[in-house]
Every structure is written in structure tokens, then in C-alpha cells.
């Protein structure tokens, strides 16, 4: 049950990177995506998000970065 003081995590999908709109699902698509951070933001109060893929050292295979601006409108609404 609850804990008293805890408050519980809720969660929703914010970014779904195969959505067609970003042209990246597909063969090519890395396997596995590890790491996301927050960058610097714009001048507009506009979110630079950052993911990166992970090539498990790999050599043949790249780690991929992904950069995605994120306006204050669609991180509004997500709260």
C-alpha cells in the first residue's frame, strides 16, 4: 500500500521515435536506445532533448545521437 510522505511516479509516452513524423523507424532504426539528457535550452524556453543509441562496442555498428527540439507547449501539456 502507500507509504505516508511518498508520493507515486506517474508516467506517459512524451516522444515516440517511430513515429513516422521523424523518419526513423525502419532496418536501419539502432536496437538499442540507452540515453536520454536535457540539453541546453533555446532562447524561447524551447527544450533541446538529446538520445543516444548504444553499439554494445561494436565496432561495425554506430552509436546514433539524436537531437529533438521539444517546445514549452508540449512540455506544458505533459504535466
Do not use: C, H, Q
Not at 23 to 40: C, H, Q, R, V, Y
Not at 45 to 68: E, Q, R
Amino acid at each position: 500500500g502507500p507509504v505516508a510522505g511518498v508520493k507515486t511516479v506517474t508516467k506517459s509516452a512524451f516522444i515516440d521515435m517511430m513515429d513516422p513524423k521523424f523518419g526513423l523507424a525502419g532496418d536501419s532504426f539502432p536496437e538499442k536506445i540507452e540515453g536520454l539528457t536535457w540539453g541546453p535550452d533555446f532562447d524561447n524556453g524551447d527544450k533541446l532533448l538529446i538520445v543516444t543509441s548504444d553499439n554494445d562496442f561494436i565496432t561495425t555498428s554506430p552509436t546514433w545521437f539524436y537531437a529533438f527540439r521539444i517546445s514549452v507547449d508540449a512540455i506544458a501539456a505533459a504535466k
